[in-house]
């Protein structure tokens, strides 16, 4: 089956700081990821969709320069959050289509940020 | 831990009622959702429902929970071809607070 993977899984950083998290399709090409985030016991939330060698489209209320997002091959996608608060403190989910248009979408196990 | 599991394929026609099934493992389960995707695009929330609710109702959308049977459904009403797409069904286990998916229901609706 398709795995994706992200590293790390889990990572404590000061105030101030910025984290890279990063997600792999790791048998598989993958033309378009995608960022979740999700808040103790509540809801995942898209923040954005990744497009290998494009722009990343970010959903409304997610700030572009805080959470950048970097596609630069069809296996590997990039989240840096930027001067990290307290209140970034989440879990990150990526997921990864396995073929464009398909239905075939594979999640990673998720990173759990928190920030000090 | 957590298992869901859904139907992978459901096909029904224009106007006619829609219903995706959903079932879990984890009895203590406290939030359980319904997701949709279209082709190429991200998760898009539907609706949820709390474990301690068996109904809830939202526009064309209605959500039943069988808490003893552990089965979660999805009614969509009047189902239109903008409908077409795949549900997931996610719970949050009562020991985590990340979410479990189930592989998803693809709808096809047929004109």
């Known amino acids: 089956g398709a795995v994706v993977s992200q590293h790390p899984s889990w990572v404590i950083c000061k105030s101030g700081t910025s984290v890279k998290i990063e997600c792999r399709s790791l048998?598989?090409?993958?033309?378009?990821m995608f960022w979740y985030r999700q808040f103790p016991k509540q809801s995942l939330m898209l923040m954005a969709t990744s497009n290998e060698g494009s722009k990343a489209t970010y959903e409304q209320g997610v700030e572009k320069d805080k959470f950048l997002i970097n596609h630069a091959s069809l296996t590997l996608s990039t989240l840096t959050v930027t001067s990290a608060h307290p209140e970034d403190s989440s879990f990150y989910i990526c997921?990864?289509?396995?073929?464009?248009?398909?239905?075939?979408?594979?999640f990673g196990p998720g990173t759990r940020l928190t920030v000090t | 831990g957590e298992d869901v599991e859904q139907s992978l394929f459901l096909s029904v026609r224009e106007g006619d009622s829609s219903v995706i099934n959903c079932t879990y493992t984890d009895s203590s389960s406290t939030y359980l959702y319904w997701y949709k995707q279209e082709p190429g695009a991200g998760l898009q929330l539907l609706t949820y429902?709390?474990?301690?609710?068996d109904m809830k109702q939202d526009q064309r959308l209605t959500v039943l929970l069988n808490k003893k049977d552990k089965h979660l459904s999805l009614r969509i009403a009047d189902t239109q071809t903008g409908d077409s797409a795949i549900y997931f069904c996610a719970v949050v286990p009562g020991s985590q607070g990340n979410l479990i998916f189930g592989k998803g229901t693809k709808l096809s609706v047929k004109p």
């Open positions: 997921s990864a289509d396995r073929t464009s248009g398909s239905y075939e979408q594979y």
């Open positions: 429902i709390f474990s301690n609710m």
């Open positions: 048998d598989f090409q993958a033309t378009t």
